[in-house]
C-alpha cells in the first residue's frame, strides 16, 4: 500500500504560481510512475503530467506543456508540480497518483488540494 497526501494548493490571481507536493508513504519502492490529474467542476478527471520515479522521464498534457514542470525528490518520497502562468481554466482540485511496478496503472490516489486560479 502507497499513500499519498497532497499539499500547496491555495488561490493565486491568473498569471501567477503554485507549487504542489505530494509525499509517499508506505510501500514506496513499489512506485514506477507518479502522476498530477485535476477535476474541474462539472468535467471528469483529467491528466496533466507525471514522471517515471526511476529515470525521470517526464510527459505533460498539451493544455499544461511549457507552464507546468513536473518533478521528483526520491530521498523525500516526494513529487513536485510547479505551475507557472496560471490562467482561470487550470481552476481545479489536482491529485497525485501513483502507479506500481507490478501493474503500471493507477493503483494509489491522493485526497486533492484546490487549486483556484482568479481572472
Known amino acids: 500500500q502507497v499513500l499519498l497526501v497532497e499539499s500547496g494548493g491555495g488561490l493565486v490571481q491568473a498569471g501567477g504560481s503554485l507549487r504542489l507536493s505530494c509525499v509517499a508513504s508506505g510501500r514506496t519502492f513499489s512506485i514506477y510512475t507518479i502522476g498530477w490529474f485535476r477535476q474541474a467542476p462539472g468535467k471528469e478527471r483529467e491528466f496533466v503530467a507525471r514522471?517515471?520515479?526511476?529515470?525521470?522521464?517526464?510527459y505533460y498534457a498539451d493544455s499544461v506543456k511549457g507552464r507546468f514542470t513536473i518533478s521528483g525528490d526520491k530521498t523525500q518520497n516526494t513529487a513536485y508540480l510547479q505551475m507557472n502562468s496560471l490562467k482561470f481554466e487550470d481552476t481545479a482540485v489536482y491529485f497525485c497518483?501513483?502507479?506500481?511496478?507490478?501493474?503500471?496503472?493507477?493503483?494509489?490516489w491522493g485526497q486533492g488540494t484546490q487549486v483556484t486560479v482568479s481572472s
Open positions: 514522471v517515471n520515479w526511476s529515470a525521470g522521464m517526464t
Open positions: 497518483a501513483a502507479s506500481s511496478v507490478v501493474t503500471s496503472k493507477w493503483d494509489y
